[in-house]
Each structure stands twice: as C-alpha cells, then as structure tokens.
C-alpha cells in the first residue's frame, strides 16, 4: 500500500469487538447505503451502474467500480473512484474485503490508497452475545506531495483520519449491537460535546463573576480539561474504544485479494 514520502508513515490500523452476528456486521458494512450512514469518512457511496453490488450472500463477488463523496449534497466535496472486492466464505472461517481508491482532486489530503476490511468471528463472553466479531481495517495512503505535505500528513491528517475511522468503527458498533442507528449516536456525541462545553461555561462564568475574568477563563478550560477525563455515555460513539495497534501479524497483512485489484 503506499505510503507518504521521505521516511514511511505508519499505515493506519483499527480494530473493535462487535457482539452480533458475522452476517450482520457483514451486511451494515458491504452494502453502500448502510456504509454511507455509519462511516464519518464518507458522504455518498454509489456504485456504477454496470458494477451494482451483488447479493450479500455471494461467497465471492466479482470486483465492483464505486464512487465517493466527502461533503455538502449541494456544496463543496470530495470526490473520487474506487474499486473492491470481498470474499464472504474462506477456509479459515474468516471473511474479507479490499479496495483501491483515488481522488479526482489535488485538493484531498487522501490523494489514493488501499486497505482491507477483516471480520473473525470469536466466542463471545457475554452469555447475552452469543456471537462476537472482531472488525479491523489496515489501510494507507499518498497524501500531499512534498516536504510540507509529508509534514501536514504526519502531524494533522493522519491523526484525524485514523480518530475518525475508530470513531466511525464505534459508531458501526452501537448500531450492530443495540440498534441505535447512526443518525441518532451523531446526535448523542453532539449532544454530550454539548453538555460538556456548557459546564466549562457555567464555571468559567460563575468564577469570573466571583473573581474576575482571568480566574473564569483558567477554571471554564480546566473543567473543559477535567471532562475529557470522563468516560462517554453507553450510547455515545467514541474513537477510544478501538484498538490502534495490530495484535498480531495476521490481523495486520494486507489479503492477497488486495495485491488482484487494479488501480481505479
């Protein structure tokens, strides 16, 4: 998968526990008008029409040609072609998909890459989950070209594309696991980012007018501080639930199907 230039960046790895059903889990993510809804990454996923996605319960479907959108529905976006493919029944028990993307604009810090989707089924520990699946994804990706780019893409976009992939990965999670669709976990994370930027302004208010404006502004960011300490709502999506780091080699190579598609 490429990477960035000069010394080569870490490709992004995210890895959640999901207590439902491999069949289901399977069925929110292959199929576009249930990845669009659940993936932060992603405003529109459309697939051409001569590569419309097969049923879900094709062990092998053949590559498909798809395109994305990152944006208003009537603004300024993102855009860009893709091509993937998935394997439903291995060998192993395990199933998999892979993709290729590139942007159609200089503009998109994500200028092409690959990665992977791997879904292992393992026994759950819960008695009311009688089935667990472990979701993870590898992917990497060209970014800017240059020094600068090269810099940007280490210390801000990598960062935030890898936050808002587990992000999104958590908010897949609550849907799988307790129906709670994603439109409504958006509007739980907004509403608790909400509640704590209220609080921190309550303080600081109340301490200003007791002592003065500096002493509010130092105890509103200290709250504001102190409350990213707390754990979010059950019913919040939240990046710091997934895994970051391979586990293992296994996990973390890219499937052989990736290396049999061709670039978009």
């Keep these: 998968m490429p990477g960035s230039t000069g010394r080569r960046a870490r490709p992004i790895y995210v890895e959640i526990q999901i207590g439902a059903a491999i069949d289901v ?52 976006a993102l855009t860009g072609t893709g091509v993937t493919t998935a394997e439903r029944c291995r060998p192993d028990g395990t199933r998999i998909s ?21 879904y292992l089924s393992v026994p759950s520990l819960a008695a009311s989950t009688p089935e667990t699946v472990r979701f993870v994804t590898g992917y990497d990706y060209r970014s800017w070209p240059g020094r600068l780019g090269d810099l940007l893409d280490r210390r801000l976009v990598r960062p935030i594309v890898g936050w808002l992939t587990a992000w999104s990965f958590d908010r897949l999670r609550l849907w799988a696991e307790r129906g709670i669709t994603p439109e409504q976990s958006r509007l739980n994370a907004f509403s608790e980012v909400l509640a704590r930027l209220v609080l921190a302004a309550a303080g600081a208010l109340i301490t200003a007018q007791a002592y003065g404006t500096a002493s509010g502004v130092a105890v509103g960011l200290t709250v504001l ?4 300490l707390v754990p979010p709502s059950a019913v919040t999506p939240a990046a710091r639930r997934c895994i970051r780091h391979p586990r293992d080699r296994h996990t973390a190579r890219a499937p052989k199907a990736l290396s049999t598609l061709e670039r978009p």
């Design 25 to 76: 889990v399977w069925e929110l993510t292959q199929r576009p008008q249930h990845h669009q809804r659940w993936d932060a990454r992603f405003s529109r996923i459309t697939y051409a029409e001569a590569s419309a996605p097969p049923p879900a319960a094709t062990p092998s479907p053949p590559p498909t040609r798809f395109r994305y959108t990152l944006g208003a529905r009537h603004g300024p």
């Design 98 to 118: 892979a993709l290729r993307f590139s942007s159609d604009t200089r503009l998109s810090p994500l200028q092409d890459g690959a990665g992977y989707w791997r």
């Design 225 to 228: 501080g102190l409350s990213t």
